[in-house]
């Protein structure tokens, strides 16, 4: 039995505790030093620098504030589109059907991430696509253009475990409440939607986490904006700071280990 | 009691596809009254309530509840309410907050809905359950709780399918027994769909036995025991010993098909105990005690085999083995004549055949 | 990283050897270029310069395309390079680090017929010693829409001082570079800051130019980073007047969408000069040289200056061209023009004019491009 | 039933196919300026033309880089696959201590940012320089497998759950060894879910940039850093439209394929 | 059959966490019997099959099957096989592949696995079914299946859990009979558990009645029937008319406790009806028919509620309302006094209590 047990759990946690937790340490070390400002070389010797850096510089703050906004927009935006979306799927359209809509919206999910917000840079420009549909109006490049990329792009993610978590939901929930006199829109409002909730907290971990660490779409479409990403990208690769990258990775490592003890309770790790 | 039925079904048809679950059905039931549905597996009970209730419409028909035509209304528009197989009580909300569910979509207040639930609660003896949840629950509290949520909006009439198809023997009984005395004190009527015919028997004012989407018999519980219409019914409701004409007008020395119930057969071991009645003799095949009776199978000398209820009262009789000859005697009134019109579908389940059990589809 | 270097603060060159003489190919060659510095007709099966290279050489090109100087740096520092095609805000840093080499010019004979103004510059020298083979060059010029922008602007101040004109349309380089663009137009409106050269700054003079970039950034739509942003950002009329490349303009041109016109504003511009150089851990030092030999000589010089669209380094080779008029269009040959312009270096304590030890290095510039960012 | 009243039903349905409109519509512009004339996408397309997929059909590059994803797809997946097949297998059937947390840490390198992932696999990477690891094919392999461990994981654990114990009792029951027992039934159960796993891994992996430009090394260069490199210049950015276009119409099939092999509900867990 | 019992358990315990779901349980299971286990949920009775099986482990004491200790082997290597309650067929084989499985890895050659699966499904009459998968099969028939699969590798003792629970009354009823007749015809020990008492009255030779973890009471259907040894087992096999002190005083004049059989008692109306036998009288409260038998219940004048169950057979009785003034009477050798000893977590199920049901926490 323990034999067993050490064989099956020993290469997955040797993996993921040494070579990705290890990293991991070995990048919160590095945070603790220091760079040679003029070869580039990091010196390892222990200081608080970076952290006294990003606590007093406010750029730092309001840009991580800033990216906790898009997280949590894009979250809030995918969460109430996929919500339909997801109901439609599981309790509108007809059973034999599902399958169909579960591979179209899956299937974006194939053409490049690049490529994508490539389109969605060409649909926001002025006299682009949205401009001719709405008559000339645009949201242009900048903060609302990257938050609608990064919904576009994480909505499967989304949408597919709210999908399973309608599908768990059993229809007779939906018939007690209209038998007890509720209208749909309370039904959905009381019965539905605290049901999927933990549903939609699973999805809420991709699009949060996978916006907290963007730094390509926002290149794209942000116009001038910048991301916390975009700031431990040019700290790392433009002014070769490797430690000060490292302790600003703390912020989104902090804010996602935040997140995930607290949805954690849920159950949503397990549907994810 | 007013002459007008609480609900009534006129020439109600449910096709899902090429099927009809439900085929032209009439049926009146009265308030007050405790109403079963009773049938074989896929026979329509379910379609029919679902129907009542307003989650499927009829595909021609329509649907009466007290008086109004409720055809196409949604089911959150009638008078009626429905306890589920499942309990589809909400998970995520306490006891409390189910029971008073139906008030809060009603707009009542807070505190007068709880306090109405908590009334509710007091009815189905769960007051100490109030703040848990669903899942803290045991199936037999569950069901009560479905049944305090179904009646605190003090329905004209409560739809109930299958409600104790889950719990286990004893709890079963015991709900069977509070579920009539909540229908006593609530004077409303009960439609409960079951497919375990003593449920039916004992707990019922009228039956309903349906088979493939129609009414088979329509009675009382005695009506249809006693006098079943048709060999389906007989064999459906209670277990019978079946006479075809070939054995009818061998043992009985009469012209049609006839059943007879297992209980009123009475075994002999001698000849002129059975003097004055009908008897035939046989051999006892089996003997077996089930506490309150005991059942013997009994092959006639004509061929066929047949079953014997005997109550273990406190008459004392004498042990059968196996291979004893016996007279077996019953009374000419108590043979019923079949119109064997039915379909065959339900079978003499606990006499083991001769040849063996022919195989069947159903589950 | 951890290995030591013989660089210190004080801003030595740490002693590299140089190559005397040539040896055998490896038959490998690691190099990070910029993307269309080393076609090999998997693009475009006509552009290839790579392939007959390796045909002549025996050498197999592995080309790593970097996206910034930034990231070549970045990459040079691992040592899996033989060499680099870096422009001028990467090289100092490179020669300084000690992740380059000396490159003895004797060896690359197509050296010779470089253009004299490429030679011996404060971007690819120290103290006369090359370190690396000029390539091309090319101006960070004013491009602006000449439907909406009017009259033609002559100045910098286009995107400076007036940007407030086209606000919200005004484009700049993403890059903290850039901040020279701003240093040099402080130094022509500017005079009591005393700015000699936009990338030997102090602290008081950074700060004027950030502060410049910080108003600037009012009227910015968009920074661009490559120029498929570039030209989009234009043709769709997101942008319609700031720095730019020559080559952004001539694809414009070509698709016939927008008008745009290109200058070097009065106070002239900044620019870069890409220059290939040869790594101290090279593992492939003599395809190296081949390397630089080759994307020197004229032809294969004209080919990549005309996909990349930029001056080539070589002067002979603009009688390669197939476009009889690229050499003048791009001013391959014009000293005058070249004069013009302030090559993109990169920023050191040390001032690289040689005025002092009190100039702002690269990374505060990084610091306070991120800052003007917001 | 219908299980919505008839104008919840519209709405829901509008959602839905806004929904997909807005899912397709940068799909179809993908596939648009496949055709565009323009180099650099202007809309509306000033003409058409099929040159773009003619150069893609010849670039090498293009190709050669699609081979080197679809090699470390396959084999980051095949990783997850045995790694995360062992996880969920110590999970469902054994307790131990520390059990809660092993969920915890399967599923964080696929939710911390990507450029932590990168920046710290590569740091370490890196100094493991003297021992002879350089960035290549194997960190990216590396790299990604990391974060595809948790899709195979979570795929085997929910299928290993639903199936219960019960089975794999009665084969026990029955004489059969725990190999035996692992071949012949447990395998077979849970076969669609490690499929369904191992496609959703590798189509990670094939869209993976982040990690990849951190931990991939000179020679390597996968579809998405070419994707990368070439969108913004504007000699090749059609070509890559091409490429885009042509993947997002062949994902179908992998997707259909997942689909049906996840069969019921869970089935298309991300 | 040799002296040496099939199974042996002793002082079997097992632990799971703080609760013992076995308690120091001594045990011996006889070659060739059918032997239940039946008492109420969580009494132990799947715990105790598990750790026979081999599917627990016990925390002490040790199982001999056929005289050799197998305390500690694996479930693989012990010569008895599990019928389970979910049948646990395993879905990705055809019905043969799954009576073959035992044979298949045990290394029996491909054609002779067949055919010995074949005779086995032939036992079963599912021969025809043999390429088809689980699926495709009605709940009675993957019973079948399962009894096939795990008959054909010749266990020495067979486990079944409930294997009934999840059919319906007819099919079950159905099933009752085949499995009975499937051990005669295999001879071997049958260890069945449920929590039906009907079924297990019909079927066993001997019964364990479980309560938390021990045995309460061992011993034939009509042992534990007529002789209850406490008050838990004449509550939970049968339902029983109780008489604690008081009322035993009051209405039977005796002293301690005592349990008589609803069908034990006659109902007269006529106080002459009763002479010769003790009496005593009442009001009939309510009549519940159920097609063989009518259940009357009668509230005494010393104020017990007890519950009378009449045999509908040929003896014409007459109709009694509610409100008619009886005689109940008995046999004095019908009275079972009891050591109450037993704890008291069942109910008088069947019988409502004039003062409401105690709630349970059970399901
Ligand atoms: N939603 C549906 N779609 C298609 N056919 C259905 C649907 N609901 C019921 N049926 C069919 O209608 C017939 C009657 O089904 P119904 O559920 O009413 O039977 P039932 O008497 O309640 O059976 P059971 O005792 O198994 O609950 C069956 O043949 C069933 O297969
Ligand atoms: N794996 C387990 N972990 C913890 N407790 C368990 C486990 N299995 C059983 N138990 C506990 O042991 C006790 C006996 O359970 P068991 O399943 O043997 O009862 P049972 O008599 O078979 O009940 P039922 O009629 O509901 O099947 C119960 O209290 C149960 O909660
Ligand atoms: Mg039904
Ligand atoms: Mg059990």
Known sequence: MKARLGFLLGPPLLWLVVIYLGSIAVLLVSSFWTVNGFTGEVVPTFTLDNYATIFTDPLYGTVALRTLLVALGVTLIDAVVAFPMALYMAKVARPSRRALYLVAVTTPLWASYLVKAYAWRILVEPGGPIAAATGGYTPGFGLPATIMTLAYLWLPYMIIPVYAGFDRVPDSLFEASYDLGASTWRTIRNVAFPLVFPAIVAGSIFTFALSFGDYIAVGIVGGKTQLLANLIYGQLVTANNQPLAAALSVIPLVAVVLYLLAVRRTGALENV | MSHQPAIRLTQLTKQFGSVSAVDHLDLEIDAGEFFSMLGPSGSGKTTVLRCIAGFEQPTSGTIELFGQDMTGKPAAARPVNTVFQDYALFPHMSVVDNVAYGLRVRGVGRAERRRKAMDALATVRLEGFADRRPAQLSGGQRQRVALARATVVQPKALLLDEPLGALDLKLRQQMQVELKQLQHELGIAFVFVTHDQDEALTLSDRIAVFNNGRIEQLGTPRELYEHPASRFVADFVGTSNLFDREHARAVLGREGEFSIRPEKLVVHTAPDAAAGAPSATGTIVESVYAGSSTRRVVDLDSGLRISVLESNDRTHRVELDRGTRVHVSWNEEDLRKLDSTGPETAENADVPHSSGVQERQDS | SGTGTSAGATGSVPSIPMAKKLGANEGQLNIIVWAGYAEDGTNDPKVDWVTPFQQNTGCQVNAKVAGTSDEMVQLMRTGDYDGVSASGDATLRLVYGGQVAPVNTKLVPNYATVSSFLKDKAWNSVGGQMYGIPHGWGANVLMYNTDVVKPAPDSWSAVFDDAAAHAGKVTAYDSPIYIADAALYLKAHDPSLGIKDPYSLTQKQLDAAVSLLKKQKASIGEYWSDYTKAVQSFESGSSVVGTSWQVIANLLDSDKKVHVATTVPKEGSTGWSDTWMISSKAKHPNCMYQWMNWITSPKVNAQVAEWFGEAPAQTKACEETTDPNFCTTYHATDAAYAAQIHYWTTPQTKCVDGSGDNCTPYSEWVTKWQEIKG | ?270
């Not at chain 4, 094919?137 to 899709?151: K, L, N, P, R, S």
């Open chain 4, 1 to 270: 039933m219908k299980l919505l009243s008839t104008p919840a039903r519209i709405v829901v349905s509008l959602c839905m196919a806004i929904g997909l409109v807005i899912l397709y519509v940068p799909l179809a512009l993908i596939v648009l300026n496949s055709f565009n004339s323009s180099r650099t996408f202007s809309f509306p397309p000033p003409g058409f033309t099929l040159e773009w997929w003619v150069d893609a059909f010849h670039s090498r590059g293009a190709a050669d880089a699609l081979a080197t994803s679809v090699i470390a797809g396959l084999c980051a997946a095949a990783i997850a696959l045995v790694l995360g097949t062992m996880a969920a297998f110590a999970v469902q059937r054994f307790r131990f201590f520390g059990r809660q947390s092993i969920n915890f840490l399967v599923v964080l390198p696929i939710t911390l940012p990507g450029i932590i992932t990168g920046i710290a696999l590569a740091s370490t990477f890196t100094a493991l320089g003297p021992l002879g690891v350089t960035l290549g094919m194997a960190t990216v392999i590396i790299g990604h497998a990391t974060f595809c461990i948790v899709i195979v994981y979570n795929n085997v654990q929910a299928r290993l759950r639903r199936m219960g114990t019960s089975l794999e009792e009665a084969s026990g029951d029955l004489g059969g060894s725990g190999w035996q027992t692992f071949l012949w039934v447990t395998l077979p159960q849970v076969r669609g879910a490690l499929a369904a796993g191992v496609l959703l891994a590798f189509a990670l992996s094939f869209d993976e940039i982040v990690v990849t430009t951190f931990t991939a090394g000179p020679a390597v260069q996968t579809l998405p850093i070419w994707i990368f490199q070439n969108l913004f210049r504007p000699n090749q950015a059609p070509v890559v439209n091409v490429v885009a276009a042509v993947l997002t119409i062949l994902a179908i099939i992998p997707v259909w394929i997942s689909q049906r092999l996840a069969g019921d509900s869970v089935t298309s867990r991300v």
